[in-house]
């Protein structure tokens, strides 16, 4: 009991009453569950690398207890999926890499410039303590002063809740976008910027081609009746984001298991015969865009990648 207490103490702010109620609660369920939070302490005590992942992000151990990434997870079901986020990643990137993901620092992807009131919007890779009920990382795009403008949250795991293949797949537990008071003006130009390519498409391409450096299979989306807590539902029982029905309009398919969707790991272009004849100048330079994007994103992750990955 002594290790979860120490372990609390590095989760949470005993000064302040609510964290004091999560440190107590924490502590209960680890002595609940001794063996998934024993083994999970082993699993990050069997490196140096590992060691100073949970140095610089101990909340791998609030998560495993507490009900995060998909509706009706179990304790070994988050421990399992840390566990193999954090293996698959070892495995192919180097240990800067780990250590800036999981040490509070963020690794820029690609930068545009917006305008001269907003600047430069920029893509970051990065896994923030605030957004851990929803994934283990994320990728974001920033205004500068680090507002952030949409992200996708997600994590790396084998396949073993759909389809028991044990195929390496990302999860995303949520796609956020702005939360300020000009949110829809801020999207308007953005949107204009990139070609009449709306922002929430523009982030998931962002996540479809990271997974596809990354070399998984697979995507799996949680869907409205997956979402971890379905908080994104208003007093007036409408919801701020549908998420099933934008991956259905993404080329989402329903699984087996109604808290997930299955999503395309590449998004299908348009072919000229298929373009408005008025349009096709605004495709063609919104796919001279987006490949600039996908080439920033592969480059920089190329500097972190091990060899013989």
Not at 66 to 94: D, K, V
Not at 127 to 144: D, Y
Request: proline residues 3%.
């Amino acid at each position: 009991m002594s290790n979860f207490i120490e372990l609390g103490k590095k989760i949470y702010n005993l000064d302040n009453p609510r964290e004091l109620h999560r440190f107590i609660v924490f502590v209960a369920r680890c002595c609940l569950h001794p063996q998934t939070i024993g083994n999970l302490e082993k699993f990050f005590a069997r490196s140096p690398l590992m060691e100073q992942v949970a140095q610089g992000y101990p909340y791998v151990y609030e998560q495993a207890t507490r009900a995060f990434f998909y509706r009706g997870s179990t304790i070994e079901e988050r421990a399992r999926l840390i566990e193999e986020n954090m293996t698959f990643l070892a495995e192919r990137f180097n240990d800067d890499f780990m250590l800036k993901i999981y040490g509070d620092k963020k690794i820029e992807l690609w930068r545009m410039p917006l305008d001269e009131t907003l600047g430069e919007m920029n893509l970051v890779m990065c896994a923030e303590s605030g957004q851990r009920k929803e994934g283990l990382m994320s990728v974001m795009l920033n205004l500068p002063g680090e507002v952030p403008v949409y992200q996708i949250l997600f994590w790396i795991a084998r396949d073993e809740i759909i389809n028991r293949d044990k195929k390496w797949a990302m999860w995303f537990g949520a796609m956020q976008g702005p939360n300020v008071d000009d949110a829809k003006d801020l999207i308007k130009v953005i949107t204009k910027k990139c070609h009449a390519y709306r922002t929430k498409n523009l982030i998931l391409y962002i996540a479809q081609t990271v997974a596809r450096i990354f070399g998984v299979e697979k995507i799996f989306a949680v869907t409205n009746e997956g979402y971890y807590a379905n908080n994104h539902i208003r007093s007036d029982r409408k919801l701020k984001t549908s998420f099933s029905d934008f991956w259905i309009e993404v080329g989402g398919t329903a699984t087996s298991d109604e808290r997930f969707f299955e999503l395309p790991l590449t998004e299908t272009r348009k072919t000229v015969e298929e373009m408005p004849t008025r349009k096709r100048a605004v495709y063609r330079r919104r796919f001279a865009l987006l490949d600039e994007l996908e080439q920033s994103i592969a480059d920089k992750l190329e500097e972190f990648k091990r060899e013989g990955h």
